[in-house]
T-cell receptor
Framework: AQSVSQHNHHVILSEAASLELGCNYSYGGTVNLFWYVQYPGQHLQLLLKYFSGDPLVKGIKGFEAEFIKSKFSFNLRKPSVQWSDTAEYFCALGGSGTYKYIFGTGTRLKVLA | DSGVTQTPKHLITATGQRVTLRCSPRSGDLSVYWYQQSLDQGLQFLIQYYNGEERAKGNILERFSAQQFPDLHSELNLSSLELGDSALYFC???????????????FGPGTRLTVL
């Protein structure tokens, strides 16, 4: 079955701490992977995406993610978080051969000033 | 601003009623997606249209239906509403490829539906 798992539902960090949010997926074919962010009161926005090539993907606002095929993972990282990174983060999968997006349940990040 | 517009922003209605949510995609985008976001279910894919044709169906109830019009705007119709239908309904659009990989989606601000 196709699925996306985000095991950390709530994360609280202090400013300048490093961030890693886990995302694991289950899909039998080629995958396209995305991280979206939803700031309080705003719509979802794309942070970064992986289609092919270099498994280390850099996105906006200093975020990056690494696709590890052997581990079926696409974890999101940021070396030093800011208060403005407080938001909900969604990992999503689009499998080639389907037209569906599958979203994880999201991780709520709170950064303390 | 993603370029995707949704109306109305808020909708309050009673159980048993029917409502229509509207979405206008970004200029040039052919694909429209609908999602339901609730506290207990997260973000659930409902349905996708590409250039007027239904392309994929997710966890969409039979009481719900959607369509994409020739001008590419889309409407999501929710009928026989139940308390559990209260949620945030998002529309997203993408360029869309007839047979290619899934591309980046641009999300609208959502319609918050409250069923009393």
């Amino acid at each position: 079955a196709q699925s996306v798992s985000q095991h950390n539902h709530h994360v609280i960090l202090s400013e300048a701490a490093s961030l890693e949010l886990g995302c694991n997926y289950s899909y039998g074919g080629t995958v396209n992977l995305f991280w979206y962010v939803q700031y309080p009161g705003q719509h979802l926005q794309l942070l970064l995406k992986y289609f092919s090539g270099d498994p280390l993907v850099k996105g906006i606002k200093g975020f990056e993610a690494e696709f590890i095929k052997s581990k079926f993972s696409f974890n999101l990282r940021k070396p030093s978080v800011q208060w403005s990174d407080t938001a909900e983060y969604f990992c999503a999968l689009g499998g080639s051969g389907t037209y569906k997006y599958i979203f994880g349940t999201g991780t709520r990040l709170k950064v303390l000033a | 601003d993603s370029g995707v517009t949704q109306t109305p922003k808020h909708l309050i209605t009673a159980t048993g009623q029917r409502v229509t949510l509207r979405c206008s995609p970004r200029s040039g985008d052919l694909s429209v997606y609908w999602y339901q976001q609730s506290l207990d279910q997260g973000l659930q894919f409902l349905i996708q249209y590409y250039n007027g044709e239904e392309r994929a169906k997710g966890n969409i109830l039979e009481r719900f239906s959607a369509q994409q019009f020739p001008d590419l705007h889309s409407e999501l119709n929710l009928s026989s509403l139940e308390l559990g239908d209260s949620a945030l309904y998002f529309c997203a659009s993408s360029v869309g490829f007839a047979g290619g990989p899934i591309d980046t989606q641009y999300f609208g601000p959502g319609t918050r539906l409250t069923v009393l």
